[in-house]
């Protein structure tokens, strides 16, 4: 009897060693949610990205508005019969 009970008791220590500290522990698993999180983010962040350049490209495929308006602000280029401002600030 005292044979079984021992083989019982170093089965359920063999079982909760890989319970809190073998693969697929408690503290792996919760290590693993924590990753699973920040990356979740990040990819929300990409996503808000991708979504602003597709529409900015859909923007610049479809309208000269927006072409127009980044030659004047990348190139400085004006329309014709118009006046060119340079405002200089003093430091």
Known sequence: MNYIITILLVLLIVLQYDLWVGKGSIAEVRQLESALELQSVENQHLKERNDALKA????????????????????????????????????
């Open 56 to 91: 900015e490209v859909l923007d610049l495929k479809n309208g000269l508005e927006a072409i127009e308006e980044r030659v004047r602000t990348e190139l400085g280029m004006i329309k014709e019969d118009e006046t060119f401002f340079h405002v200089i600030e003093k430091k």
